[in-house]
Nanobody, 122 residues
Framework: QVQLVESGGGLVQFGGSLRLSCAASGGIFSIYDMGWYRQAPGKQREWVARINNAGRITNYADFAKGRFTISRDNAKNTWYLQMNDLKPEDTAVYYC???????????????WGQGTQVTVSS
C-alpha cells in the first residue's frame, strides 16, 4: 500500500530556512501532481504549492511566492518544499499530497502524508 512520509520539520528562528521532504513508498506506481498543504492551529488547511509530473509547471499560494520553492526527484519518488525567509505566521503542520497511479491496475488515487510540524519563533 502506498504511503507518504514527510520529514524536515522543526523549530527555526524568524528569517530562517527549512527544507521539507516527502517520500512515497509501498508499491510500483507513477506520481503525477505533487503538492504541499499546511494547517495552523485554529485554522483551516490551506494549499501551499504544487508541481506537475515533469516538474516544468509550479504554482504557489500568494504567501509562498518568492519564499518557497517546490521541486521533485522522480527517480527517488520524492518531492521537496524549500522554505526561506520564514515568518511566525508560517508555523503550521505541513502535509504533502500527490496523485498516484498504481501501474498494475492503472488506478488513480489521492494520497496524504501524516504531516510534519514547522515552528517559526520570533
Amino acid at each position: 500500500q502506498v504511503q507518504l512520509v514527510e520529514s524536515g520539520g522543526g523549530l527555526v528562528q524568524f528569517g530562517g530556512s527549512l527544507r521539507l521532504s516527502c517520500a512515497a513508498s509501498g508499491g510500483i506506481f507513477s506520481i503525477y501532481d505533487m503538492g504541499w498543504y499546511r494547517q495552523a492551529p485554529g485554522k483551516q488547511r490551506e494549499w501551499v504549492a504544487r508541481i506537475n509530473n515533469a516538474g516544468r509547471i509550479t504554482n504557489y499560494a500568494d504567501f509562498a511566492k518568492g519564499r518557497f520553492t517546490i521541486s521533485r526527484d522522480n527517480a527517488k519518488n520524492t518531492w521537496y518544499l524549500q522554505m526561506n525567509d520564514l515568518k511566525p505566521e508560517d508555523t503550521a503542520v505541513y502535509y504533502c499530497n500527490a496523485e498516484i497511479q498504481a501501474l498494475a491496475t492503472m488506478a488513480l488515487g489521492h494520497y496524504w502524508g501524516q504531516g510534519t510540524q514547522v515552528t517559526v519563533s520570533s
